[in-house]
T-cell receptor, first 112, second 118 residues
Framework: QQQVKQSPQSLIVQKGGISIINCAYE??????FPWYQQFPGKGPALLIA?????SEKKEGRFTISFNKSAKQFSLHIMDSQPGDSATYFC???????????FGKGTMLLVSP | GAVVSQHPSWVICKSGTSVKIECRSL??????MFWYRQFPKQSLMLMAT?????????EQGVEKDKFLINHASLTLSTLTVTSAHPEDSSFYIC??????????????FGDGTRLSIL
């Protein structure tokens, strides 16, 4: 029940295209959903996060869409750039508790 | 803001030695710090959670005597890998959450330490 399932495992998108990564969760107690971006040899960096009281949050080219009834959320990267090539992790947690449950990650390659 | 510094970034040592990794929150006070281990092309695996001034809480399967965690202040936590062996070689990453975690202050990650045991 603590799992967060992330797909796809890897993704190749052409420059300028839209990258879409999906996550699904089972624990209905989760109420905080961040996305992290990780470059090789670096730690993850927080990209954007959402709470269940909104269905969408946009920051620049990055948008989270959230479907509470389906227990799914997704990251959309608009106008994808080669510099966006990285591994993306979705995560979930319960406000007030420490632990983040991570998805398995998606390796994104944006071709020039 | 919300910078977490991890040191060293890379260490190579002989089997049987102990290695200490430091994690510092530079511009905020971290009530809670986390230590993760990451294998190549895999997700982060939480090893332990530490609260300032308290003993760390270890995840199932993580040896407390092998991985010693100290969180002596609101800005510093250390992970000591004792009597390290080649199977302990990995990428270790710390993260820190601010003092108001209940209000969704997110975890901020350090840049990791690449540990190689010969």
């Amino acid at each position: 029940q603590q799992q967060v399932k992330q797909s796809p495992q890897s993704l190749i998108v052409q420059k300028g295209g839209i990258s879409i990564i999906n996550c699904a969760y089972e624990n209905t107690a989760f109420d905080y959903f961040p996305w992290y971006q990780q470059f090789p040899g670096k730690g993850p960096a927080l990209l954007i996060a959402i709470r269940p009281d909104v269905s969408e949050k946009k920051e620049g080219r990055f948008t989270i869409s959230f479907n509470k009834s389906a227990k799914q959320f997704s990251l959309h990267i608009m106008d994808s750039q080669p510099g966006d090539s990285a591994t993306y992790f979705c995560a979930a947690s319960i406000v007030g508790y420490s632990t983040l449950t991570f998805g398995k990650g998606t390796m994104l390659l944006v071709s020039p | 803001g919300a910078v977490v510094s991890q040191h060293p970034s890379w260490v190579i040592c002989k089997s049987g030695t102990s290695v200490k990794i430091e994690c510092r929150s530079l511009d905020f006070q971290a009530t809670t710090m986390f230590w993760y281990r990451q294998f190549p092309k895999q997700s982060l695996m939480l090893m332990a959670t530490s609260n300032e001034g308290s003993k760390a809480t270890y995840e199932q399967g993580v040896e407390k005597d092998k991985f010693l965690i100290n969180h002596a202040s609101l800005t510093l936590s250390t992970l000591t890998v004792t009597s390290a062996h080649p199977e302990d070689s990995s990428f270790y990453i710390c993260s820190a959450a601010g003092t108001d975690y209940g209000s969704n202050q997110p975890q901020h990650f350090g840049d990791g330490t690449r540990l190689s045991i010969l």
